[in-house]
């Protein structure tokens, strides 16, 4: 779920989205999902215990640990013989920020007022991890490429790309706003940045493939270790979403556009899970550390 968002003069580097069982991504989605406000820390085997929900092995779960605490993104104390993890401040933060990203998107209903951003820029051919960077801070502010230079959003960002260029030294680099009616004599209209048809077969897939889990959450058939897989999993899938769609006016879209349809589907799925997944992370507190179980953060799409 979580991908890196932007932040001022500095950016946390979260593990990435990616297809099949990623402990480090996993850990700090649980975390995020279930302890991000609360600076405890909680017993290394409880959390080893919940990556084991997800099939990730005792090894794999030790390992994640250890390197997401030599990224800086966990910090540990020991207590006897005893370790302990719990988020950094500044994973805190991100986590958070990302976490409100995704339970958020598809609500967006204010008006469009015609305006685009449009991030113009050169980058070396031997500065492919600036370039890689770029791109993918550019599309967390919701851009995507019109050309391979020129990266535009139907967001009023332009302060944020700024910040973009300036902290990764690209210098070639305009930002600025214009309206549709300005760039009518370019070839490709800003829309033409995103494939629409291939953007709403992604949410179609997404409401097939996930409405026979919509069913049993409907009937409460869903409880224990997987209400909690099956809810992160939901979580996961959905905050893919925001970088491929940056929540696009409705007056720009085809009707019958299935973002709708799909946000309900996450939201009563995420929601409908939402006292069962926690309920199976307080159990697995309650077992080693009774006093932290109450600390287990239960929210909704809602708040």
């Known amino acids: 779920m979580i991908a890196p968002p932007v932040l ?6 979260l593990p990435r989205v990616q297809v099949g069982a990623q402990p480090q991504h996993l850990l700090t989605t649980l975390l995020g999902d279930y302890w991000a406000g609360s600076r405890e820390h909680i017993p290394s085997v409880v959390l080893v215990g919940l990556l084991a929900d997800f099939g990730v092995s005792t090894v794999g779960a030790r390992a994640a640990l250890s390197r997401l605490s030599r990224r800086g993104l966990l910090e540990s104390s020991r207590i006897g013989r005893n370790t302990y993890y719990g988020l950094t401040g500044q994973a805190c933060a991100a986590i958070r920020e990302s976490m409100n990203r995704t339970l958020t998107f598809g609500l967006r209903r204010d008006p469009w007022d015609g305006r685009w951003t449009v991030a113009s820029f050169s980058i070396p051919e031997d500065q492919r991890d600036v370039r890689h960077a770029v791109r993918a801070r550019l599309r967390w502010l ?19 790309a700024r910040r973009v260029f300036g902290e990764l030294g690209v210098t070639a680099s305009t930002v600025l706003i214009t309206t549709s009616e300005a760039r009518r004599t370019d070839p490709r209209p800003p ?5 629409l048809s291939e953007l709403a077969r992604t949410y179609e897939a997404f409401i097939g493939a996930y409405a026979p889990l919509l069913e049993r959450v409907r009937g409460g058939d869903v409880q224990g270790a997987e209400a909690l897989a099956a809810r992160t ?18 007056d720009l879209l085809p009707g019958g556009w299935p973002r709708r349809e799909a946000r309900t589907v996450f939201a009563e799925i ?6 069962p997944a926690v309920a ?15 600390l287990v953060r239960l929210h909704t799409t809602a708040g």
């Open 8 to 13: 001022p003069g500095e950016v946390v580097d």
């Open 142 to 160: 919701g851009f995507a490429p019109l050309y391979d230079g020129m990266w535009v959003t139907p967001r009023l960002v332009g302060e944020a």
């Open 191 to 195: 829309m033409a940045a995103w494939d």
């Open 233 to 250: 999993a939901v979580m996961e899938s959905w905050a893919r979403f925001p970088s491929l769609d940056p929540d696009l006016p409705i």
């Open 270 to 275: 995420y929601d409908g899970l939402a006292v």
């Open 280 to 294: 199976r992370v307080r159990e697995l507190l309650a077992a080693v550390s009774p006093e932290l179980a109450d």
